[in-house]
T-cell receptor, first 115, second 114 residues
Framework: AQSVTQPDIHITVSEGASLELRCNYS??????LFWYVQSPGQGLQLLLK??????LVQGIKGFEAEFKRSQSSFNLRKPSVHWSDAAEYFC?????????????FGRGTSLIVHP | DAGVIQSPRHEVTEMGQEVTLRCKPI?????LFWYRQTMMRGLELLIY????????DSGMPEDRFSAKMPNASFSTLKIQPSEPRDSAVYFC????????????FGQGTRLTVV
């Protein structure tokens, strides 16, 4: 079965600084990979996804992520963080089977942005 | 499309009572997921339906939990009897399997059992 590890429970950055959130997955082949963001009291919103092709994926709100097969990683990055980016971020993996999959989520990383 | 719609948004009930959570997936989506989110365990998959059929219910914690999907536009998650440890946020998500799409989440139902 697939699994996801987000090693950082909390990350604190200053507004304007760059950001990298780590995500490592466990799966024997190339999985489907996702990053979601959750604001307080809200559902999860998709930031970006990787199914195949270019390993550098662009998402909404200026986020990007890079799939590195050799490291089993799918880290999320943003060059300049805004105060509104403070939220909980979840990495998810899906084991593909004919286009179908079940998303499995990591424990999440809480992003705190200092002014 | 209005997205995945869950009701109620908040539910407070007494221990021992029956609780029913409702979900309307996005029209045209053929897969539906129920997740539970707690501080201790994060986001846990409870059950997964494909074309209204339960495919994987291994995450349902115990017999007190049951889920149904009588048609493509409606699903329920029932807890009977409820216990304080069931307090959590329950999310419903839907996706269009086989078409390379992500899962879309509802706003969640915050359940408090007192």
């Amino acid at each position: 079965a697939q699994s996801v590890t987000q090693p950082d429970i909390h990350i604190t950055v200053s507004e304007g600084a760059s950001l990298e959130l780590r995500c490592n997955y466990s799966y024997g082949a190339t999985p489907y990979l996702f990053w979601y963001v959750q604001s307080p009291g809200q559902g999860l919103q998709l930031l970006l996804k990787y199914f195949s092709g270019d390993t550098l994926v662009q998402g909404i709100k200026g986020f990007e992520a890079e799939f590195k097969r050799s490291q089993s990683s799918f880290n999320l990055r943003k060059p300049s963080v805004h105060w509104s980016d403070a939220a909980e971020y979840f990495c998810a993996v899906g084991a593909p089977s004919g286009g179908s999959y079940i998303p499995t989520f990591g424990r999440g990383t809480s992003l705190i942005v200092h002014p | 499309d209005a997205g995945v719609i869950q009701s109620p948004r908040h539910e407070v009930t007494e221990m021992g009572q029956e609780v029913t959570l409702r979900c309307k997936p996005i029209s045209g989506h053929n897969s539906l997921f129920w997740y539970r989110q707690t501080m201790m365990r994060g986001l846990e998959l409870l059950i997964y339906f494909n074309n209204n059929v339960p495919i994987d219910d291994s995450g349902m914690p115990e017999d007190r939990f049951s889920a149904k999907m009588p048609n493509a536009s409606f699903s329920t998650l029932k807890i009977q009897p409820s216990e304080p440890r069931d307090s959590a946020v329950y999310f419903c998500a839907s996706s269009s399997q086989g078409r390379w799409t992500e899962a879309f989440f509802g706003q969640g139902t915050r359940l408090t059992v007192v």
